[in-house]
């Protein structure tokens, strides 16, 4: 069951997100159908009539897996940690770049750029090398072509709908012996969405994702310690558009109504 918190800098904020876990959880439905050619994933079954009424529309029934102990990370686009890491190094993840290369850039061509699972804390950029250490070589190259297949195709459908998505996470477990996709896919918390109609190289983009979020917080000038400081209520009233609109334009559709 997806609920409307939401998290930002590693901590979970006072306010939630009206209807954010019903726009995960539908547009997780939406991808797992769209992307099912490229790899198998967990779903099940979307009927939650068994279950009490606040389930319906943020719940889905899926297979249990056991997860690979890495975040599978695919960047088009030039931003976020990725940019931050090119500012200083000239590289992502230990992938060299050109140089002179401009915040929110499209990138020669799109990079794995895999994460560790935090239990405590931030997660951290690693190289392929340290994600074979992890999960094995040829897991590795696996994880590594399944990410990327998904993200192109994702991204060249995303881009008919008007949105360009700059990056995005992927998770994947086990289930049977058999590599399968698991847990949210190419939703707002996992993923950059930019209007392709306002989007300018060379600066930060408008986004329909919870960077909006964390601008907030950035403006605050909030030191990322505890406790967490709540929203106002104009804020999470505009991120949770932001989400709606994100799913408006990429499914064609409407949010199935709340119970």
């Given at each position: ?30 991808w ?7 790899v198998?994933?967990h ?25 690979f ?73 696996r ?14 459908y ?102």
């Amino acid at each position: 069951m997806a609920t409307d918190r939401i998290s930002a800098f590693d901590f979970i904020l006072a306010t939630g997100i009206p209807d954010k876990g019903r726009v995960l959880t539908q547009m997780t439905l939406f991808w797992l159908d769209f992307l099912h050619g490229v790899v198998p994933n967990h779903f099940l079954s979307a009927d939650t009539g068994m279950l009490p009424p606040e389930f319906k529309g943020r719940s889905m029934w899926v297979r249990r897996a056991d997860m690979f102990q890495v975040e599978c990370v695919a960047r088009g686009y030039l931003a976020g940690s990725g940019w931050k890491d090119y500012q200083r190094t000239g590289a992502v993840c230990g992938i060299p770049l050109p140089g002179g290369l401009r915040e929110s850039d499209a990138l020669p061509e799109p990079l794995f750029t895999p994460a560790t699972k935090a239990q405590n804390g931030h997660d951290e950029n690693i190289s392929f090398e340290q994600t074979a250490a992890i999960v094995g070589a040829e897991t590795a190259a696996r994880l590594r072509d399944l990410t990327l297949a998904l993200y192109s195709q994702a991204a060249d459908y995303a881009r008919t709908r008007g949105i360009l998505i700059a990056d995005t996470k992927f998770e994947f477990g086990v289930v049977d012996g058999q590599i399968i996709l698991a847990d949210e896919v190419l939703t707002p918390d996992s993923s950059r969405f930019w209007p392709a109609d306002q989007y300018r190289p060379g600066q930060a983009q408008p986004s329909y994702d919870k960077q909006y979020v964390r601008d907030y917080l950035e403006s605050i000038h909030w030191n990322k310690q505890p406790p967490a400081p709540s929203l106002p209520e104009d804020v999470a009233r505009r991120t949770s558009e932001k989400y709606k609109e994100a799913y408006r334009a990429l499914t064609g559709r409407e949010l199935e109504p709340a119970a």
